[in-house]
RNA sequence: GCGGGUGUAGCUCAGUUGGUUAGAGCGCCAGAUUGUGAUUCUGGAUGUCGCCGGUUCGACCCCGGUCACUCGCCCCA
């Protein structure tokens, strides 16, 4: 039955996997809230204006990699390729303009329509950074450092390299874009197929292709810095000083650009040789213009996402579940009494695995496996003494317990 | 969307120039042990050989298509 497979691209993530993915999400959340970042969450769709329209329609991301779907009321609905959209939008909505800074972490799915690859599917998972209503660089310094921080804290950090850049005000990437566009128009012949769609596109990813001819091309077009306003100049070099007061280690890559719109000044990205082509680890960049673009007030802001999946892959393996203290009841008077005892094991905060059903041999196999620290046994005999017999399945040992001492006795294997 | 590789048991993988009953390890089930796991021993079941079609007396093996996975490109977390 072909319908039993999932749908390519999507994933189940079983209890090993789900694990890894919760260590990623909690660790996250934790640093986040220690900079007085709170956790929001935001649909999953959204009407397909609240992405298109900032994003660009001629990004790749708009023209062919979307969820979009008309749904029964004729809403032209989309499911959220990115987080950043959707966040600014809930700004707007519930009028936290009057409040910013918003500072904020979330987590969650997102959707594209992309071939899939290690560490790249089509639904996938983000954990997500933004600082919104700061047009402070001070702003770009501490998300980039809760984002190290948060590597750190995955012991990875030392296996990615931050890679930095500016992409100016406004001013200086449209007089940049403009000496690009006119360098590379004169060098159209020599251009890969690529980069000739990328100059009506987005000129300034040529500068990234890996081409041999683009890169001959490259070797001599205009550098970003001389398009830069001293204005942008300052920014970035406030950026990188507050990186080396943290002692921050980056890379200037001057290639490093955007694929959507509403980027300005700082761009990054966390990058590592240990995940094949997808190398980007988290990514980021600020924003100022989105705000504006989605028909709000003019609002700077700043964020990251970092790809859960491709943190999963790196992360040591998380801390096991706790081990649970099986119990096995036999009969069905000793049933009766087993719910009630594990009611109050469970109410006194034990971790307890009620057996439902086989004989004393089975319900030992089952808590082997699933690796309970004990077995609390509740036959006739030991009803009958008012007891039960308790073994500790790492020793071996086996005791015989009063019922009524059973939560003191069974205190070490919590 | 483009190019390369791979699909055999629940998992990891063997499978001879195309030859008739398709294998191993792990896991699973049962027994040794009818109230005692893990360890040990004995036995057992693994399966549309991804799917559809073609070539052939005969296809897991060759060919075509298709689906999935995978590596790279594009792009991206």
Known sequence: ???????????????????????????????????????????????????SRPIGETSDIVSKEMYTFTDRGGEEITLRPE???????????NGLTQSLPQKLFGAGPMFR??????GRFRQFHQIDVELIGVAQPLGDVEIISLAANILDAFGILKRTVLELNTLGDTASRVAYRAALVEYYA??????????????????LRILDSKDEGDKRIN?????????????????FGKVKSGLDTLGIAYQVNS?????????????????????????????????????GVMGG???????WAAGIERLALLIDEPAPPPRPITLAPLG????AIALGIAQSLRKAGFNIDLGFSGNLKRRMQRADKIKARAVVILGDNEIEKQIAAVRDLDTGEQVEVALGLLEERLKPFR
């Open 255 to 291: 290639r490093l650009v955007r694929g959507l719109d509403y980027y300005c000044h700082t761009a990054f990205e966390f990058v590592t040789t240990d995940l094949g082509a997808q190398g980007t680890v988290l990514a980021g960049g600020r924003y100022d213009g989105l705000m």
């Open 113 to 118: 329509y992309e071939r899939p690859q290690k």
């Open 332 to 335: 069905d008077k000793a049933e």
């Open 1 to 51: 039955m072909a319908s039993l497979q999932p749908v390519r691209g999507t994933q189940d993530l079983l209890p090993d996997a789900q694990r890894r993915h919760r260590a990623v999400i909690d660790t996250a959340r934790d640093l986040a809230a220690r900079y007085g970042y709170q956790e929001i969450a935001t649909p999953i769709f959204e009407f397909t204006d609240v992405f």
């Open 83 to 93: 987080y950043t959209a959707g966040i600014v939008r809930a700004i707007m909505s």
């Open 219 to 235: 070797a001599d077009a205009p550098l970003f810095e001389k398009y830069l306003t001293p204005e942008a100049q300052d920014f």
């Open 186 to 203: 004169g060098h159209r012949d020599g251009l890969s197929e690529d980069s000739l769609r990328r100059l009506e596109k987005n000129p």
């Open 297 to 303: 007030p003019e609002t700077p802001g700043v964020g």
